[in-house]
């Protein structure tokens, strides 16, 4: 049984439920983070010196840095392709993990925390403009590379997905322009198919700790 601490509404906490999902391995989440606390305890911290989610235990097992994670699990327990077997394959999944969190998370990051996270008052609507247009331009970029491929290393969802699955549903539900990318667009459709990414990836974003804490009790019980 493998042992998940972090909320649900957070990205990277989502990007370990997605890939436990689509793996079908048993797990329980404890919540942590946000309105629910815990991750600045010195219990915590034992684990996760960071005090940031997720944290995943596994046996002996403890790992933080949720692309680690997505790495650990697919790696471990993967079975048809999420971790590819041909080295080739492996490394078109790092780099788009990687491009996920280093190139297009920053920018992107600024829309989401400015326009969802923050109250209005403190939102800066500079912040939002320059990182909507480099969010479209740098899915302008993946939309060429999802040409004539289902997912982003060829006909079957892998890790390289997972953490930019995970931003996507983020990016089309704002309420932002957004210029067509219809690969990107078909790629996205494929996902929201999946029950796994229905059940981690699509829930509401929780504008604050208030409201989520109050989604969360609604839905007592959720793993
Ligand atoms: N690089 C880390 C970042 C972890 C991170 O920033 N987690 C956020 C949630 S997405 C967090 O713990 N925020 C504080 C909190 O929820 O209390 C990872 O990918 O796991």
Redesign the pocket.
């Known amino acids: 049984m493998i042992i998940v601490w972090g ?1 649900r509404n ?4 989502q990007k370990a439920m997605w890939t436990l999902g689509e793996l079908d391995l048993a797990y329980q989440r404890h919540d942590v ?2 309105s629910f606390g815990a ?1 600045d305890s010195d219990a915590y911290r034992a684990m996760n010196p ?1 005090g ?3 944290t995943i235990e596994d046996g002996e097992l403890v790992l ?4 680690a994670i997505v790495r650990y699990l697919a790696r471990t327990y993967g079975r048809d392709g999420l971790w590819p077997k041909p080295a080739q394959d492996q490394a078109q999944a790092d780099q788009w993990m990687d491009w996920a ?1 280093s190139t297009f998370g920053p920018p992107f990051f600024n829309v989401f925390f400015h326009l969802i996270r923050l109250p209005p008052e403190k939102s800066d609507a500079d912040l939002v403009s320059a990182g909507i247009r480099a969010s479209a331009r740098l899915l302008g970029l993946l939309d060429r590379h999802l040409q004539g491929r289902a997912f982003v290393c060829g006909d079957v969802l892998s890790a390289g997905d997972i953490p930019l699955g995970v931003m996507a549903y983020r990016y089309f539900n704002l309420d932002i322009d957004r210029p067509a990318a219809p690969n990107v667009e078909a790629w996205f459709e494929r996902l929201q198919a999946r029950p796994a990414y229905q059940k981690h990836v699509m829930i509401p974003f929780g504008r604050d700790h208030r409201e989520w804490h109050e989604l969360e009790q609604a839905s007592a019980g959720v793993q």
């Open positions: 909320r957070s990205m990277n906490v983070g946000g991750a960071n940031l989610v997720p933080w840095e949720s692309n969190i």
